[in-house]
């Protein structure tokens, strides 16, 4: 039977488009190869969100094409964002590859790889399904199926951040049945998963195509948010959390990314303060600190709406940890605009912060903005940004020592012991004696590392000591959030 290999850029879309992947190939006969390098197929599930990421796609497809020399019977799949992006273009600068394949075009791989087989020539499917839009399902095998799972409730952006690829990568946005939603929650869980993570570009802009949920609306005013604006922000997205939490008591803990912070509305802010799986952290993009640079971002919010809605919603879950997402060098920031940056992630002190120097995209309006900031410039601006927030990561994480945290186990680490995510995100390695996978258990915290924590077993007849707790750290897991 052919084997074969799938390597994995980005974002955690793109992480649940590559599981997907598997289980289409697998239920087509492929089978996982032991290398890339013994593969009879290999696919690369792209990134385009920045520059970089595409870079490291042009020198995989370079060495997979000396490869393909060596063995010409070798199948090359392009998918993913870049493979939406560029479509016919990346045949033409890369001959090596033979499928490119769009993010809505999964389900038809089987076929495509056949008539590849049977020497067809290379071919480009990259169609959005505009009219009924496809979620692929989870098939989930109990006994092997991993404590977390991504879930898509939504897919597309319709937002205009003037920077931003996705919306041509992924197009505009499409809703997926609350029925459909909860059915593949109910089967992951039977199967043993104890956290989900709803995923969507902006997944709390999610309405339910059915109209069979109860749209939870909550008009309390916003002092920073003028009314005619309002009415945009109440989505469906609270009643779909009700809705998955209320029916799945199996499921122990429920996260979600990624929000638009215009979406945060006071019924979801309400939805934080009642359901007790949702986690106390919330991932809460914002790009920049300066009302200067977000108007030209067209991020349709100001500093002082982020700050009021993220101000409320720590009112109402006490202890919440924020992370963020910030560009530096967006064209035209000023050393002011930075400062006014630098400023509000002292104010709003996220435990996680994802920054990024901005780095231009094909067919994006920011392009015409000119004031391009120097390479230099922004390299130095980024490092300011993380100097702080290693600093504040630091803080957060040493005033953890001495408390005791529950922790989801996701399974071992990777050099020994076990490791799980507390329900605020923070990563916390123990020794064990049996495997406690899947179980939330109490762990009393005893040192903190750079991005995480080590601890030992409340309960000391389970406990198990570990040498060295970590000296590789894993990659955090929203190391590119959604979404990418
Ligand atoms: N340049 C730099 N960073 C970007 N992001 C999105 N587009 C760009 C770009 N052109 C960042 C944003 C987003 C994250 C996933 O990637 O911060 O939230």
Request: with cysteine.
């Amino acid at each position: 039977m052919p084997t074969y290999s799938l390597i994995t850029f980005g974002c955690q879309m793109n992480e649940h488009d590559s599981a997907r992947m598997r289980e289409v190939l697998e239920a087509a006969h492929y089978l996982p190869a032991s290398a890339p390098t013994t593969a009879d197929l290999v696919v690369l599930n792209t990134c385009s969100v920045r520059e970089k990421a595409e870079h490291k796609l042009r020198s995989e497809v370079g060495r997979l094409g000396r490869l393909k020399r060596r063995r010409p019977g070798l199948l090359i799949v392009v998918a993913g964002c870049v493979a939406q992006q560029e479509g016919e273009r990346i045949l033409g600068t890369l001959p090596q590859i033979d499928l490119v394949l769009g993010p809505d075009n999964i389900r038809e791989l089987p076929e495509l790889l056949a008539a590849l087989e049977a020497g067809g020539p290379p071919r480009v499917r990259t169609e959005f399904d505009l009219d009924s839009p496809q979620f692929l399902r989870a098939r989930p095998v109990p006994g092997q199926t991993a404590p977390t799972a991504y879930v898509t409730v939504m897919k597309g952006c319709d937002e205009r951040c003037s920077f931003c690829i996705v919306p041509r990568t992924r197009g505009p946005e499409r809703y997926r049945p609350s029925q459909e939603i909860m059915a593949e929650i109910a089967g992951l869980v039977g199967a043993g998963v104890r956290e989900v993570t709803v995923l969507g570009q902006t997944v709390n802009s999610y309405r339910d195509p059915e109209r069979l949920l109860q749209p939870a609306v909550s008009r309390r005013p916003w002092r920073h948010t003028p009314e005619a604006r309002l009415r945009e922000d109440e989505s469906e997205f609270s009643a779909l959390l009700r809705e998955i939490a209320t029916t799945n008591p199996g499921l122990v803990r429920l996260r979600y990314m990624s929000p638009h912070p215009r979406h945060l509305t006071w019924s979801l802010i309400e939805a934080h303060h009642e359901l007790k799986p949702l986690a106390r952290h919330l991932h809460l993009p914002v790009q920049s600190g300066s009302d200067r640079v977000l108007r030209r971002m067209v991020r349709r919010h100001t500093v002082a709406e982020y700050e009021e809605r993220v101000g409320a919603l720590r009112g109402a879950v006490p202890g919440l940890t924020l992370s963020t997402d910030i560009i530096v060098g967006f064209p035209g920031e000023t050393e002011e605009d930075f400062a006014e940056t630098l400023e509000l992630v002292n104010r709003i002190r996220p435990t996680g912060l994802f920054g990024f120097k901005y780095s231009p995209r094909p067919h994006t309006p920011a392009l015409r903005l000119g004031d391009e900031i120097p390479e230099t410039e922004k390299r130095a601006r980024l490092s300011r940004l993380f100097a702080l927030s290693e600093q504040l990561r630091q803080a957060h994480l040493a005033s953890l020592v001495g408390s005791t945290v529950g922790v989801l186990v996701e399974g071992p680490g990777e050099r020994e012991g076990y490791v799980g995510r507390t329900e605020r995100n923070e990563i916390v390695h123990f020794g064990a004696v049996d495997d406690p996978t899947g179980q939330v258990l109490q762990v009393r915290v005893t040192e903190a590392f750079k991005n995480s924590l080590a601890g030992v077993l409340l309960d000391p007849a389970r406990a198990a000591p570990i040498a060295r707790a970590r000296t590789t750290e894993p990659r955090a897991r929203h190391d590119l959030p959604v979404i990418p």
